[in-house]
């Protein structure tokens, strides 16, 4: 698992409208470092520096997005995700592909603190969302 250290941010500009940072608190909640211009789309607000627990209260193992988190943090290893946003009050639900992928603050500790996310949004016919 690479470390946070690792990665180079410019390596990953022509993404970063669809990736998220996510550090994995103590408590078990989620605290998102970075998200963007997509997800605010999405959300209708800037959703970097909120806790995952305010924007999806639903903390249960329900939630696909807490239940990938979940898995990453518990195996350290990558989740892929293809579903459907039904919650969000739109005519037409979205669609999206999602990768998470584990990191740690330090290359010598085998313990997931970060999750790197992307993903890719698209309306029922394939087209691109937004």
Not at 48 to 60: E, H, I, Y
Not at 77 to 99: G, I, K, N, S
């Amino acid at each position: 698992m690479p470390s946070r250290k690792e990665l180079d941010p410019l390596q990953f500009f022509r993404f970063s409208p669809s990736l998220y940072l996510a550090q994995i608190e103590g408590d078990g909640d989620v605290y998102l470092r970075f998200a963007g211009d997509h997800y605010r789309q999405l959300y209708g607000r800037e959703i970097t520096g909120m806790r995952l627990s305010n924007l999806v209260p639903d903390r249960s193992q329900a939630n696909p997005l807490r239940r990938d988190i979940d898995r990453v943090k518990g195996t350290g290893r990558p989740v892929y995700r293809e579903d459907v946003m039904t919650w969000r009050p739109v005519p037409a639900p979205v669609h999206y592909d999602r990768l998470m992928l584990p990191l740690s603050q330090d290359r010598k500790t085998d313990t997931v603190s970060l999750v790197l996310g992307i993903a890719f949004f698209r309306h029922r016919d394939g087209t691109p969302w937004p």
